[in-house]
């Protein structure tokens, strides 16, 4: 089993590198042929992803949430997954360079970093908590997405301001469907995130006998949360639309970032447990 963990581990940044690079020659040449091919060998790269970390947890006993460096490799899977279940739902293909780019920075960290814990505390054994960290990464994922489809939409604003017709033009989705592309995401996001908010308000307390409503990351995720949802109420509402959108989810994003930092680095946690 450890064998087959170790082959993957080295497998998975060669599977996303050649991912990037059909996407990459995709979206320079425009090649119809591709079109298909790329969307199953991501398939494929995912599926030996998923294998992979379900190896993890039963050959380790305990989910793979144990240390940054396994965290990195579910938020890699994560980012391929959410962008992945959006190419699905709208058959808009030729961004996928510009996120799965992001997860092969990750996977390739942690496959060069990744250790294997065996001995780890009894928390971290269970399934529960791992849902809630799968859902909370996949829903980080999602902003994450719907941040980058943001800034695709105002690099080809400036384009179209500064009548530049190149490659960008050429090859990105309009402006519409860039917007859309953002919203779907950020959509995403916001489910996943529920899911992993109403994980932890039901479980979290029996299983941390410190845990607090005050919690700085707990806070935080509600934060933006609510952000999210104050966003995604005003687009469906009518009330936003085009370039505030975009800028929003942006701004959403950063200020995730930020409060990631803040409460990882800058203060106590009952979810310091590694």
């Known amino acids: 089993m450890n064998g087959f963990i170790y082959t993957l581990n080295f497998l998975l940044p060669l599977l996303y590198a ?44 305990h989910p793979p949430i144990t240390n940054v460096f396994e965290i990195f490799t579910v ?48 928390v971290l054994k269970s399934s529960l908590l791992g849902i809630h960290v799968f859902s909370a990464l996949l829903g980080y994922s999602g902003i994450t997405v719907s941040a980058v489809y943001g800034f695709l939409y105002l690099q080809l604003y400036k384009e179209l301001k500064l009548n530049r017709f190149g490659l960008i033009f050429n090859r990105l989705p309009n402006l ?19 899911i992993a908010i109403s994980i932890g308000i039901i479980w979290l307390p029996l299983a941390f006998p410190n845990f607090s409503l005050l919690d700085p990351k707990l806070i935080a995720t509600c934060i933006v949360w609510l952000l999210y949802g104050v966003g995604i109420a005003a ?3 009518g009330k936003w ?4 959108v975009v800028s929003f989810s942006i701004a959403g994003f950063l200020i995730a970032i930020l409060s990631t930092i803040v409460t990882n680095f800058l203060s106590r946690s009952f979810h310091a447990f590694y």
């Open 75 to 122: 938020l890699a899977f994560c980012i391929a997954f959410a962008y992945y279940i959006l190419e699905l739902l709208t058959d808009v293909r030729g961004t996928g360079l510009f996120i799965i780019v992001i997860s092969l920075i990750f996977q390739t960290i942690s496959t060069i970093f990744i250790k294997d814990l065996i001995e780890v505390k009894e």
């Open 235 to 237: 687009k469906l509402s």
């Open 241 to 244: 639309m085009g370039k505030k």
């Open 18 to 61: 050649v991912s990037v690079g059909v996407y990459l020659w995709d979206f320079l040449k425009d090649l119809r042929r591709l079109a298909n091919s790329k969307r199953l060998f991501l398939f494929l790269t995912l599926m030996l992803h998923a294998i992979y970390l379900l190896a993890r947890s039963v050959a380790f006993d």
């Open 176 to 194: 519409e469907i860039l917007e859309k592309l953002s919203f779907y995401s950020a959509l995403i996001g916001f489910a996943a995130i529920t």
